[in-house]
């Protein structure tokens, strides 16, 4: 009977938090928010249920599709940033928001797409920081910090950061003309990639050390080093210029990183860092922690997301971190 039941057991996917866990995460959540209201960030919830167009734009999925008795479209939410700033924009059509700064958080359970038995959660516990008003240049330190915080004082986990700049990517997209690069840098397909530059005229033993220094970058004086060589290997003035505006690029993620290092914030560099969610628009981080094989932090600026639904205009960054992953590790 035993051997049975595990047999025909449901499919992976969604959590049980059982009492033990339960309590370890309302007693968790409870350190973070009084740890987030310390820094003057208000709570907030969004809505469970919103429109497809909320999500479609960044998650290309129809996972969780609902319709209401009229008729309409709806989805469970798979992504509170954006509606956090889609609830945010409402406020601003009457409101002076000029020089003015906005602190929200929010804790809730957030739904993502997978298949069955797919070792990956479908329903996630998740809390969420937005900073509003704020240039990202600066707030972007202090979210890592306050990460970092929540991660090694109240979840009491080790945490490795991740930090890059989605511009590059942009640029590199726009570079070689082709829209269908970023599967190939998620995947980090150098063959495939490197193709593409060499039909841009680049000889392949510089393609193969661009490569390897933008998406597989080495300590930073070790990567000033070679950078700096394989420039000397140039004769071609498109190219050269692709350097030096790749050089122009990376600047404010190094300066973050040299400040941050010196922190006692594990931090890494990664100059071609990527999202599959596309309102991503400048500076971005990751977090990954001992025991998941996926980060369970994600952040960065998106500048343009308030633009989208307001005709007021904002700058916007923040994280999210999957607390019921690391409470399951």
Request: hydrophobic share 40%; glycine share 6%.
């Amino acid at each position: 009977m035993h051997s049975e039941f595990r047999r025909t057991r449901s499919p992976y996917g969604f959590p049980f938090l059982d009492t033990t866990i339960t309590e370890d995460l309302y007693m968790k959540t409870e350190k973070i928010k009084k740890l987030l209201t310390s820094e003057n960030y208000k709570g907030v919830i969004p809505a469970t249920l919103d429109f497809p167009e909320t999500f479609q734009e960044y998650e290309k999925s129809s996972a969780f599709e609902v319709r209401d008795s009229l008729g309409e479209d709806l989805y469970l939410r798979s992504d509170a940033t954006a509606q956090v700033i889609k609830g945010f924009t409402n406020l601003l059509e009457h409101n002076d928001v000029k020089n003015k700064e906005y602190k929200f958080f929010y804790m809730l359970p957030v739904f993502r797409d997978a298949r069955k038995n797919y070792p990956k959660l479908r329903e996630i516990f998740q809390v969420g920081v937005e900073n509003l008003g704020m240039d990202s240049e600066v707030a972007i330190p202090d979210l890592i910090r306050l990460a970092d915080q929540i991660l090694k004082q109240i979840m009491q986990v080790k945490v490795k950061f991740v930090l890059g700049d989605i511009r590059l990517f942009h640029y590199i997209e726009r570079y070689l003309n082709n829209h269908e690069i970023k599967k190939l840098i998620l995947s980090r397909d150098v063959p495939s990639l490197g193709s593409f530059f060499v039909e841009n005229g680049w000889s392949q033993d510089i393609t193969n050390e661009l490569l390897s220094l933008l998406l597989f970058a080495p300590e930073y004086t070790e990567w000033k080093n070679r950078w700096s060589h394989l420039k000397q290997k140039l004769n071609h003035n498109l190219q050269f210029a692709f350097m030096h505006d790749i050089e122009h690029l990376v600047e404010p993620a190094l300066k973050m990183f040299n400040v941050l290092n010196n922190e006692n914030i594990e931090i890494i560099w990664e100059p071609v860092l990527v999202r599959k969610v596309d309102y991503y628009t400048g500076l971005i981080f990751e977090g990954y922690v001992e025991g998941m094989s996926v980060s369970p932090l994600r952040g960065g600026a998106y500048d343009n997301l308030i633009g989208k639904y307001s005709s007021k205009d904002l700058t916007a960054c923040g994280f999210a971190i999957d607390l019921s992953g690391i409470l399951l590790l």
